[in-house]
């Protein structure tokens, strides 16, 4: 069970990753996918890997957009971690908070 609050940053964070990932990302593309994977530790850490390949190529963006300072601004408000990695065959995303 997540706090409100908790689940609130994930669905948001979620939601924008997919927004991305279909307007630009894997899910653009006939044969992009997502790798979704989660854990929750036994310390009460929850750990999200967010991983696209498949799409176009990608290259690390010139400026932050609406969604990204959106992700990091809620994670952070949690105390969480977020990394975004932009690779050729598309973009990793690693969030880490305290559920």
């Not at 997540?2 to 924008?16: D, I, M, R, S, Y």
């Not at 927004?19 to 593309?29: D, H, M, V």
């Not at 929750?40 to 300072?69: A, C, M, N, Y």
Request: with cysteine; charged share 20%.
């Amino acid at each position: 069970m997540l706090e409100p609050a908790t689940a609130q940053a994930v669905a948001v964070t979620l939601h924008e990753l997919a927004t991305n990932a279909a307007k630009y990302g894997s899910l653009s593309a006939e044969k992009g996918h997502v790798d979704l994977k989660w854990s929750h530790g036994s310390d009460g850490r929850l750990s999200l890997h967010w991983t696209e390949t498949g799409g176009p190529i990608v290259q690390k963006p010139t400026r932050k957009g609406f969604g990204g300072r959106i992700i990091e601004q809620m994670i952070g408000q949690l105390k969480g971690e977020t990394r975004f990695e932009w690779h050729a065959e598309g973009l990793n995303c690693e969030i880490n908070l305290q559920a």
